[in-house]
């Protein structure tokens, strides 16, 4: 008998959840060169996930996979990447106060102050507009740093990545189908 753990990871593998995982770490992976193709299409760069300002899923900012940052590039983006931590973590701070004063306001006794949620939703709705602000500054930096040779590359990876990442939707979405029973 197979240890139910071990049970557990087929039934993982077998549902698709586990190609699933695996397609949104390539899908994360491919949204550091986003912006740049973003821009190409004239749409809007996607959200970069929760922590701040154009930030890698470890806290550092992205490069696209694939492109080989110069001595000189690494200091130039090194100086970016500092710089914007700097200003992520006083978006940050601003967030949390504006999330405390929400959950003070929810919790206060009495009438609900529904005029101070509504002006503390419109204070953090702006907030999120300069997270946005930041992340689209932070991805133009790349781009400006980047070769024409390098932007190059980083949009044919992004290519792959995009084609890799639609073969594994429509395989997952096969697998979703159920087969029909047999009489």
Do not use: Y
Not at 126 to 139: D, K
Request: aromatic share 2%.
């Amino acid at each position: 008998m197979a240890c139910p753990n071990v049970l557990h990871k087929l039934e993982r593998i077998m549902s698709g959840k586990f190609l699933m995982g695996m397609g949104s770490a390539l899908l994360l992976a491919g949204t550091a060169f986003l912006p740049v193709m973003a821009a190409a299409q004239d749409v809007p760069p996607p959200m970069m996930g929760g922590r701040g300002p154009g930030m890698g899923p470890h806290g550092h900012l992205p490069v696209p996979p694939g492109v080989e940052l110069t001595a000189e590039q690494k200091v130039q983006w090194r100086i970016i990447s500092e710089q914007a931590k700097k200003d992520d973590a006083g978006l940050r701070k601003d967030g949390r106060a504006l999330h405390e004063q929400i959950g003070d306001a929810l919790m206060s006794e009495g009438a609900l102050d529904r005029t101070k949620l509504a002006d503390l939703l419109r204070q953090e709705n702006a907030l999120h507009v300069r997270e946005e602000q930041a992340r689209l500054e932070i991805m133009e930096k790349l781009h400006d740093l980047l070769t024409p040779a390098q932007r190059k590359q980083a949009r044919e990876t992004a290519d792959k990545m995009k084609a890799l990442h639609e073969q594994l939707w429509a395989l997952m979405k096969k697998s979703d189908t159920p087969e029909p029973e047999a009489p």
